[in-house]
């Protein structure tokens, strides 16, 4: 047994040893084209290139230097080989030790051929060498455009390294787009197949070009490979197509829901006109920006999180302006509907201009925080986005607590009694004119939070709530005036017809249409959607 351990051993030892001498014998011969003629040169340019695609470690790591070293000119050569000048040191390129150059000693000259291919070498060993992501994805960027000229290993052997995933699917995408043109066809039925399993416009692209190439003609395989795979994408793009449609539409609707819920129960409760409505959406998303920019000055590490911490603050500040508008001034006019209309138009003129002159008429510049960046490519073209997925998903929770409200709270229970029937509830003792005040700042705060939904996709300056009161009336009046139902349906309705209409003929042919469509729908059901029994009756 030991005298077996012993042969292993010097086995092992001889043919690491056998390698050591192999791959110090490679470098010597590197080294002398390096310190060649111009032919010498391109060789050695090319060499570095393989090393890149099937070289060891210890080789990559050892000619990564050489080829910006030969562009710059910092590689002297001598009588006994070549050194690489970094800085103040200089090392002898073979052993690595500190050494100077003998004289005479001369730099490579570079043409402008193989200045080309140098430069290529010297991506290709920085797209297996470098430390950080964004150095490998430089040189990727630089290798894409020489793909097909490149060594089919060297992006197949990136990518099975790439430790970041974003990183690893472009070099995957750029390995499959040079196997699509290799002499060999296997390999390009092979890509073909990879390819059409991420199913995208880019796809079809690079496969409806080989529809002409002479081989779909002169070959049966290659040619039932490119109809399969022009067929699987063409279906995945179908498919991706309408779930981008159906979430798009249901991301609007939130928007749409958002933006309706405060004015339903303003308007559906209260019967007030409340053309104010949009510039409190206005002011919830400057209250948003306020936030933001006061963690950026005393809390800049809770910056990220400025949009759920602004929940609070919006509400309670729109719910704020919302009660002393009701109490200063509407409560004045419930009579006078009419005169209710005009004045919250007016008060909407002057929080505009009131705005306009505090903060500017440019755009607000809000950080997009991590959690509402980018997004998830599902299928096709349809990308699974976060920031509609957090519009969404805030409506889904602001129509959960509005509806809790309504339902299990005490307030909520005397705003449905004082919309019911408004004498006999103050008969049995509610407080009806606390309850209008305080219904008024419920709309009012819902509407702020809507403004801070809006803040991450939409365009926040001071004209931005105008976008949204027709919008809100006509969600409010199809879904049927004071029912958070009505209200959730008639925004999945409207947002999902409007983002089906609107590549067809516009968006604001969309409008146009959608608001037919709404008028010829309450000349058969005046009541909208969904009828409760309201103070009017």
Known sequence: MRRFCVAVTLLVTACASSQS???????????????GDTASLGDAG???????????????????????????RKLRCDASG??????????????????????????????????????????ALALRTAPDV??????????????????????????????????????????????????????RIAALKQISATPDRRALTKVSALLGDPAYAAN????????????????????????????????????????????????GLMGVIN???????????????????GLRHFAPMLLDYYLIIAIPVAFLVTAA??????????????????????????????????????????????????????????????????????????AVVTLALTWGVMRLTPLGLNIRAVMQNRTMAGCIGIPVRRVDMLAFGLGSGLAGLAGLALSPIYSVNPQMGQNFVIDSFMVVVLGGVGTIVGTVVAALGIGQINVLIEPLWGAVAAKVIVLLMIIAFLQWRPEGLFVIKGRRK
Request: aromatic residues 8%.
């Open 321 to 394: 302006i919302g009660i002393a508008l009701e109490a200063i001034l509407l409560r004045h006019l419930y009579r006078r509907p009419l005169m209710s209309l005009l004045a919250t138009w007016a008060v909407s003129l002057f929080l505009i201009n009131l705005v306009r002159v505090t903060f500017g008429t440019q755009n607000l510049n809000f950080v997009t925080p991590f959690y509402v960046t980018g997004g998830v490519p599902v299928i096709g073209d349809f990308i699974f986005t976060w920031n509609r997925m957090f519009a969404i998903v805030f």
């Open 275 to 293: 053309l104010a409505q949009g510039e409190l959406i206005m002011i919830g998303a400057y209250v948003t920006w306020l936030v933001q920019e």
């Open 134 to 187: 964004a150095g490998r994805a430089a040189a990727l960027h630089t290798l894409e455009r020489r793909a097909a000229s490149l060594p089919e290993k060297l992006f197949e052997a990136a990518a099975e390294q790439e430790s970041d995933a974003e990183l690893k699917a472009q070099m995957i995408a750029v390995a499959q787009a040079a196997a699509l043109n290799s002499a060999d066809p296997l390999k």
């Open 21 to 35: 001498i192999a791959a110090g014998a490679q470098r010597a011969d590197l080294l002398g084209k390096l310190c």
């Open 82 to 123: 070549a050194v690489l000048v970094s800085g103040e040191k200089t090392l002898d390129v073979l052993t690595q030790a500190p050494r100077m150059p003998t004289e005479p000693s001369r730099s490579p000259l570079l043409s402008l051929k193989n200045r080309g291919l140098f430069e290529t070498a010297e991506a």
């Open 220 to 267: 049966p395989a290659f040619k039932r490979a490119v109809d399969d795979a022009v067929t699987t994408i063409g279906r995945g793009i179908a498919i991706g197509d309408v779930l981008a449609t159906l979430y798009n539409g249901l991301s609007f609707a939130s928007i749409l829901f958002m933006a309706a819920i405060g004015l339903a129960v303003i308007f």
């Open 46 to 72: 090319r060499i570095l290139t393989s090393l890149a695609a099937d070289g060891s470690r210890d080789d990559r790591l050892w000619a990564a230097p050489i080829a910006r070293a030969v562009i710059d």
